[in-house]
């Protein structure tokens, strides 16, 4: 599938910022089931945009500004051409050793009756993937989706007591049970290409299968993502796979607005 994607982000700030700095990480990678055609990061202000790599292996624009600033815009645009690879990851960047994503973190630990749940879920099988895709299937069936602010992003025993959340919620539920259960898991960010064409950034885990290595969960939609599916980067939990990481010295939070689309190109036959 070829899909086409347009992000259009806005910031503005009230009263203004200054000494802005930001690390954006909305640039896809390829790899086996993923070929990035063309991809293209850019700011309307003046500042410079400098690409790294992080300690997982995502791309990382740092942009700054030293003065003042009411607002700016950055836009991320591409085409990227995917195959269905039934959620295994192959040919990725890895960094760092599986078990090292058995570490719990801010927001994904397993803690209040995460581990009751995790223990119901899976059962009595020992078979790793069964118990991932039963774990999948739990979160999708105990969850109702709501709306959140990201900007006020709560941990997953927070977010699984009130029994409703975004699609980050799902998966830092996910990723907490996944490593109680001593399965190595990740977030991951990126895009969905569905019936309608506007659609914004979303939110998947990966987990470790024997014999398979890194597969991809949805816990939201209880599917493995397929070739509708965009990676553009992991972390341990949403903070480190975040689109934007901003901060400024002086000024309130900024006003964000965006505008996402993402379909398939046009006279494209699905994989």
């Known amino acids: 599938m070829r899909i086409l994607i347009s992000h259009h982000t806005t910031f503005a700030f009230a009263p203004p910022a200054r000494a ?126 709501a709306p959140s602010d990201a900007e006020k992003r709560v941990a997953a025993a927070e977010a699984f007591a009130a029994r409703r959340g975004d699609a980050a919620d799902f998966v830092h539920i996910f990723i907490a049970c996944a490593r109680w259960l001593d399965i190595p898991a990740r977030f991951v960010s990126g895009y969905v290409a569905a019936d309608s064409p506007s659609q914004g950034l979303s939110s998947w885990a990966e987990a470790e299968a024997p014999g398979l290595g890194w597969v991809a969960f949805d816990p939201l939609h209880k599917v493995c993502p397929d070739a509708r599916y965009v990676r553009v980067a992991i972390g341990f939990d949403s903070l480190g796979a975040a689109p934007f990481r901003t901060g400024q010295s002086t000024g309130l939070g900024p006003h964000v607005a965006s505008e996402v689309r993402v379909q398939q190109a046009s006279g494209q036959a699905q994989n």
């Open 20 to 145: 802005l700095a930001q690390n954006l990480r909305l640039t896809p990678r390829s790899f086996d089931s993923q070929y990035v055609l063309r991809w293209r990061v850019s700011v309307d202000v003046d500042g410079g945009l400098r690409r790294s790599e992080d300690s997982l292996g995502n791309v990382v624009h740092a942009f700054t500004y030293p003065g003042h600033i009411e607002r700016f815009a950055v836009t991320a645009a591409g085409e990227v051409e995917t195959t269905d690879a039934v959620g295994v990851v192959r040919g990725a960047v890895e960094t760092l050793p599986s078990p090292m994503f058995l570490r719990a973190s801010r927001l994904a630990q397993a803690d209040g009756t995460l581990p009751d749940f995790a223990a119901d879920a899976v059962g009595a099988t020992a078979d790793r993937l069964e118990r991932l895709h039963r774990l999948t299937a739990a979160v999708h069936a105990a969850m109702a989706f």
